[in-house]
């Protein structure tokens, strides 16, 4: 896979990043929302495919990304198809900060060292070029506008940052309610990323043991959490 294109994972975390603060929305349910990305580019590059609620590796294949490689990797692994909760579900840890350490080397974000309460060491990244953010943004914004179906990455990542909670964060307020419906409605235009945004709202609803029953994939439950105060470690 060229690196030329931002990767959806990628695109989500700038999406959180908080531009004044440095911190990032939802990180919880972020962490989930990061690797639900992962699926999706991994299905956007034929490497994976949906198999109901499960997941199907169909092309071993790397893609020259050593993160999805080796998230590509641990579900050859497995043998068999995967649930997607169980997957998403499962310990990441460290993928919030790999993906900001790569962004940080690509040049589009930069570390902020300081201390909480005066004590504690803390990092917050800031992004280095604003352009890309409002372009990640501008794409949500059109598809949320216009009601123009939206290519399957823009759907994608639309759903998924609808199901980690990032609709306050990017259109807050009451005013920013028809906005925030919209880009819960996105969700239904890419299977793959309802497959996804759907179990990551399972996971944090805690219905990860159990298969999912479909109510359609237009009106999912709203996912908990709120606005980081802490900074990214």
Do not use: F
Request: contains cysteine; charged residues 20%; proline residues 8%.
């Amino acid at each position: 896979m060229g690196r030329s294109r931002r990767s959806i994972p990628e695109e989500l975390l700038l999406l959180a990043l908080d531009p004044t603060t440095g911190t990032t929305a939802q990180p919880q349910s972020l962490d989930l929302g990061l690797a639900g990305a992962q699926l999706v580019e991994l299905a956007l590059a034929g490497r994976i495919a949906p198999d109901g609620d499960r997941i199907a590796v169909v092309m071993p294949r790397p893609t020259g990304d050593p993160t999805l490689d080796s998230a590509l990797e641990l579900l050859r692994r497995r043998g068999s198809p995967v649930r997607a909760v169980h997957w998403i579900g499962g310990p990441r840890l460290g993928l919030r900060q790999t993906y900001l350490s790569h962004l940080e080397r690509c040049g589009m974000v930069h570390a902020v060292e300081g201390q909480m309460c005066g004590v504690l060491p803390t990092t917050r990244y800031q992004a280095t070029d604003t352009a890309i953010s409002r372009e990640i943004r501008t794409r949500l914004d059109s598809a949320i506008r216009t009601g123009v179906p939206p290519d399957p990455r823009t759907a994608a990542l639309a759903a998924l940052a609808h199901a980690v909670g990032l609709g306050k964060h990017l259109y807050p307020g009451n005013e920013g309610r028809s906005s925030r419906s919209r880009l819960r409605d996105l969700i239904r235009h890419d299977p793959m990323g309802g497959l996804v945004a759907h179990a990551v709202m399972d996971v944090q609803n805690g219905a990860a043991a159990q298969p999912r029953r479909g109510n359609g994939p237009g009106v999912p439950a709203q996912p908990r959490g709120g606005m980081a105060r802490a900074a990214v470690h």
